[in-house]
């Protein structure tokens, strides 16, 4: 309410120079200005008159800036699903929703998504088991609560379901993720380590002179089984400051694959 200072009687309120912005109204009796304003605008001047029963005027000016509104906006951004036929995936990232005016509703475009997995309408995410494949496809997933709307992408690869290993059949690859290390200063070890491969039964760390030595100067073997993810044995007996190879094979009744390429160490 605006203060009335030295007017008699009754005093009524009226923008005389300017216009409100859109939104916006000025109370006649009290000079109050109220409402929401509906379009963003540049700073506006208005003068408003007070005017009592006598005719005697007074007049302010005000200065009214209207901001653009904060965009609406979806977090992640981005997300990447990369999922293999007939197994589950990990659902996908919930979103923060962030400059909605009410409740948010969720679709996607861009791509249909490979039967089995379901996308939620109320929270954009993705879930299921996948029955079939997909190539590369990126979706927008949009958020909307009617005036405000954002969007997200997600990009879905589908691979192929890994046939399971024939009986018999030997190990399916190469034992790879692996490293070697000299053990402690003066004991003549050198500590492999790698990821396991389906179907073998037991694995062999040698040791070769060179990279394409046919000679196994050391070695150890440690079974396969158990379900371990990866393995650890250490090479005994080697002699300080010199260099060995090391490679992995990886075995079973059917045959046996060595790691791709031998890696180095000096044995303190």
Known sequence: MRSAVGFSGSVTYAVTSGTLPAGLELNSSTGAITGTPTVAATTTSVT??????????????????????????????TQTLSATQGVAITQTSAFAESNFTSTVTYTISGGTLPGGL???????RISGTPNATLSATTFTITATDGPNSATATIAITVSAAIAPLAAGAAPRSAPTGGSVTSGAAGTGTAVVSWSAVEGATRYTAQAFSSTNSTKVLRQCSVSGTGGATTFTCTISNLQRYVTYYVDVVARNNAGGLSSASRLPVTIL
Do not use: E, L
């Open 48 to 77: 408003i008159t007070a005017t009592d029963s006598a005719s005697r005027t007074a007049s302010a000016t005000i200065s009214i800036t209207i901001a653009d509104p904060a965009a609406a906006s979806i977090s992640p951004s």
């Open 118 to 124: 379901t996308f939620s309408s109320a929270t954009g």
